[in-house]
C-alpha cells in the first residue's frame, strides 16, 4: 500500500508568490495533520483534520496560510504571500481512527525556499 | 497543557556506545507515550510506544518504559551503530484530542565509526 504521498517535494519560489503544497494520505485513513519543520522552532503543528473537517487550526501561523480538504484523498496547504520566514520542511501526515492511537504516518516532506 | 521535554542535544556518539536520550512529560490525562525517528531527508517514523505504566516498548534494538511516578520514558540502547544516526522525537497522545501528537523538541543523534 502507497505511503502518504506529497507534491511537490521541493519548491524553490520568490517573496510574495502564492505556494500550494499538496498531500494525499493514505487510503482509509480519516485524520490528517500538517506539520511544518524548521531549525528554529522544530516541529510545530499547523492544523489537523477529520473526516475532512478541520478540527484545531490553532497553529497556523497567520492568515496567509489556509488549509482545505476537499475529500477524503486529498489536501492542500496554500500560502499567499509567502515570505522568507515561511522557508522550511511542510509535512502531511495521516492515521486511522481505527488503528493504534498516536501512530501517524509521515510523508517525505516538501521543502519549500522562498528567495 | 500538554508538554513534551527532551535533553539537550545534539549528542554525538561513538559506534557500539550505550544510547539514552532523556524525556519527561505533563499531560492532563493519562497519556500514551512514544518514540519517532527521523532519518535524514525523510519524514518521521514510528520507533516504539507505550500505553500505560511500566509497559516497556521496544524496537530495532531500542527500548523506553513508561515510568508514571517520574514521567518519563526515556529511550536507550545499549549498542548504537552508524545507521542509528537520525533526530529522535519523544511524543504523546491523549484521549482528549484523539491522533493529536504532542512532540518534544527533537534529539540529534551522530554516530561515528
Known amino acids: 500500500d502507497a505511503g502518504v504521498i506529497q507534491s511537490p517535494r521541493h519548491e524553490v519560489t520568490e517573496m510574495g508568490q502564492e505556494v500550494t503544497l499538496r498531500c494525499k494520505p493514505i487510503?482509509?485513513?480519516?485524520?490528517l495533520f500538517w506539520y511544518r519543520q524548521t531549525m528554529m522552532r522544530g516541529l510545530e503543528l499547523l492544523i489537523y483534520?477529520?473526516?475532512?473537517?478541520?478540527?484545531?487550526d490553532s497553529g497556523m501561523p497567520e492568515d496567509r496560510f489556509s488549509a482545505k480538504m476537499p475529500n477524503a484523498s486529498f489536501s492542500t496547504l496554500k500560502i499567499q504571500p509567502s515570505e522568507p520566514r515561511d522557508s522550511a520542511v511542510y509535512f502531511c501526515?495521516?492515521?486511522?481512527?481505527?488503528?493504534?492511537?498516536?501512530?501517524?504516518?509521515f510523508g517525505p516532506g516538501t521543502r519549500l525556499t522562498v528567495l | 497543557g500538554d508538554s513534551v521535554t527532551q535533553m539537550e542535544g545534539p549528542v554525538t556518539l561513538s559506534e557500539e556506545a550505550f544510547l539514552t536520550i532523556n524525556c519527561t512529560y505533563t499531560?492532563?490525562?493519562?497519556?500514551?507515550l512514544f518514540w519517532y525517528v527521523q532519518y535524514p531527508g525523510e519524514g518521521l517514523q514510528l520507533l516504539l510506544k507505550?500505553?500505560?505504566?511500566?509497559d516497556k516498548g521496544s524496537n530495532k534494538g531500542f527500548e523506553a518504559t513508561y515510568r508514571k511516578e517520574t514521567t518519563s520514558f526515556h529511550l536507550e540502547k545499549g549498542s548504537v551503530q552508524v545507521s542509528d544516526s537520525a533526530v529522535y522525537f519523544c511524543a504523546l497522545s491523549t484521549g482528549t484530542s484523539y491522533g493529536k501528537l504532542t512532540f518534544g523538541q527533537g534529539t540529534i543523534l551522530t554516530v561515528h565509526p
Open positions: 487510503s482509509g485513513h480519516d485524520y
Open positions: 483534520f477529520n473526516n475532512n473537517v478541520p478540527i484545531d
Open positions: 507505550a500505553t500505560k505504566a511500566d
Open positions: 499531560a492532563t490525562g493519562y497519556p500514551s
Open positions: 501526515a495521516s492515521t486511522p481512527t481505527s488503528g493504534r492511537i498516536g501512530e501517524q504516518f
